[in-house]
């Protein structure tokens, strides 16, 4: 066997408090403005983008690619937060490759996993520290924090995987969080047809 340097074993650190991994390698940072079409209130996503474009969520990835595998992991901190009565979420994705799937471990938080599949079948997970889902393939993924702190999850996934972000972007999922007298309720959304 002739390794390379990517074919050595790789050990990295979790902080299960901040939510990233050390050595962090690399990161994506999603504002309300980075979230304009997922919002349902226009006019509240308007508002606080002139209000200064709050930070929604960050991701840090550890990719641990090797010759022969693609094993990810990712880590999702997501600020607590409302737009409009909307609470704050990730963008949501199905994955590019049909046949992949995601695990996501809640470590910090409380919230909901929202899934769904291209026709419209529609699955809510409740979520608290320890909350282990898995995300078969063909399953749309949206994490929403419904928490007065921020929600982290690590995601095991690999690398093939990709993101296909284009049918949430058009009409979201049947349902959105917002909240009601102060509590989390789900509602009807109207885009989705
Ligand atoms: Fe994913």
Known sequence: MNLKKEDYPVTVLYDFDLGEFSPKERSVARKVSDLSPMFHDKAATEALIKQGDPLVYEIFYY??????????????????????????????????AENQPEIYFCVKGQGNLLMQTIEGEFLAERWKVGTISHIPPMWAHRVVNTGNEPLVFVASYHLSAGHNYGPIEEKGFRKLLVERNGKPEFVLNEQWK
């Open 63 to 96: 990719g641990f690619k090797t010759s022969l595998s693609d094993m990810a992991l990712g880590t999702t901190r997501i600020q607590p937060g409302k737009v409009g009565d909307e609470y704050y979420m990730t963008k949501g994705h199905f994955h590019a």
